[in-house]
């Protein structure tokens, strides 16, 4: 099956959760805080890959999400950093944001219907994509286009 127009969603990995604690030793009073800094999440980045030749992949999985830093720890260590969620996209294509909080409705291709029937969505053959704004066009081999940034 070839697939060359898909809709995926795109959520980058939180930073992780820092840790609260103080530093508890004999000898020591009032050690102060020794908690660490939790660790950065994962960005989903699309790279350009010649040996991919559809969008099959992110048309049966459009959920791209990346992980969560990791928990921070006492003696002032800092939680683990989360890999990058890296999707290989052939090469040539053209990456488009829709508005928040839109759907793709019946409206985009001229009928006047009013409620709920006409914002039903539609297949994206159907679409006019001149109205969408182009974020990224990867038109060379390992040319990467970060979606998300981790936080």
Sequence with gaps: MFVDHV????????G????SSFR???????????????????SVILRADVHTDSLVSLFYDPHLRARDGGRGKN?????KTSPDRVVPVPVGTQIYRLPPGETISRRAQGDEEDGEAGRRPVSPETFDVASLECVADLIQASQEHVLCRGG
């Design 24 to 42: 508890r030793e004999a000898f020591v009073p009032r050690g102060g805080p020794d908690g660490g800094d939790g660790g950065n999440g994962g």
């Design 7 to 14: 809709r995926i969603f795109a959520k980058a990995g939180d």
């Design 75 to 79: 003696k002032q260590m800092h939680g």
């Design 16 to 19: 992780g959760p820092g840790a």
